[in-house]
């Protein structure tokens, strides 16, 4: 079977939210020896960036919206196993802090789940608070465990304002430079990144890993 028949079973799985055919369709994605970013991103990532389309559009809602999640949880268990093989022992595999989050009013976690599990696999230590997180505990926490990086997701534009809260209240409290500030999501940019004063952004969950271990080695 053509490798792109095996990565457009797992997009219309995660698009249809049909868990054990998403598992299944990784699985023989994995097993036929596809590289495994591939399969994150052009399989896993282009289900859930549709999935987010037609959330945005109004095609989509709640409900599917949590079977989608719930397929891409079932496909990164699957795949995690082949990541992790593919960064062990290389220099990706760097042992740094990570805080995870989607921003308060933002309960959308597909990306931030993706990113969450590509840190994992390359060596980081990562802490999902989950999504709909007050600004304020997400710093409290990255204080409390003493972390490198803060990731922050948000799918909904009027919740992206959020990001740049937390870069002020760092700012306010003086400790912005203890941490390496990352924003992502369907609407977030380089342009966005820049205006609200974060370290960074990135296209899909491989170049996440890239630029965190680009910012944490520099």
Same mark, same amino acid.
């Given at each position: 079977m053509p #490798?792109?028949?095996?990565?457009?079973a797992?997009?219309e799985?995660v698009i249809?939210g049909e868990e054990?055919?998403?598992?299944?369709?990784?699985r023989?994605?994995v097993?036929a020896n596809i590289?495994?970013?591939?399969?994150l991103?052009e399989? &896993?990532m282009? %289900?859930?960036?549709e999935v987010?389309?037609?959330?945005e559009?109004? $095609?989509?809602? &709640?409900p $599917?919206?949590? &079977?989608a999640?719930?397929?891409?949880?079932?496909?990164?268990?699957? !795949?995690? +196993?082949?990541l /992790?093989?593919?960064? #062990?022992?290389t220099?990706?595999k760097v042992?740094? =802090? !990570?805080?995870?989050a989607t921003v308060?009013?933002?309960i @959308?976690?597909?990306?931030?789940?993706?990113?969450?599990?590509m /840190?994992t696999?390359?060596?980081y230590e !990562?802490?999902d608070?989950?999504?709909d997180? +007050?600004?304020k505990?997400?710093?409290?926490k990255? $204080? $409390?465990?003493?972390a490198q990086v803060i990731c922050?997701s948000?799918?909904?534009t009027?919740?992206? +304002?959020f990001m740049?809260?937390?870069?002020?209240i760092?700012k306010?409290? %003086?400790?912005?430079?203890k941490?390496i500030v990352?924003v992502g999501?369907?609407?977030?940019n380089?342009?966005w990144s820049? @205006?609200? %004063?974060?370290?960074?952004?990135?296209?899909?969950?491989a170049?996440a890993v =890239?630029?965190? @271990?680009?910012l944490?080695?520099?």
């Open positions: #490798e792109n028949n095996y990565l457009q797992i997009v799985a249809e054990d055919d998403a598992a299944e369709a990784t023989s994605a097993e590289d495994a970013l591939e399969i991103n399989g &896993l282009t %289900g859930a960036e987010g389309k037609r959330f559009n109004g $095609e989509y809602f &709640l $599917e919206l949590m &079977l999640g719930r397929a891409l949880k079932a496909s990164m268990e699957v !795949v995690k +196993p082949a /992790l093989k593919k960064y #062990e022992g220099e990706n042992k740094a =802090k !990570v805080i995870s308060q009013t933002d @959308h976690d597909i990306g931030k789940n993706i990113v969450s599990s /840190l696999a390359a060596g !990562v802490t608070m989950g999504v997180v +007050p600004v505990s997400i710093i409290d990255a $204080e $409390e465990i003493g922050l948000a799918l909904l009027t919740s992206m +304002p740049k809260d937390v870069i002020e760092l306010a409290r %003086g400790i912005r430079e941490y990352l999501g369907a609407s977030v380089e342009t820049k @205006h609200i %004063g974060a370290d960074g952004t990135a296209r899909n969950a170049d =890239k630029v965190v @271990h680009t944490i080695s520099a």
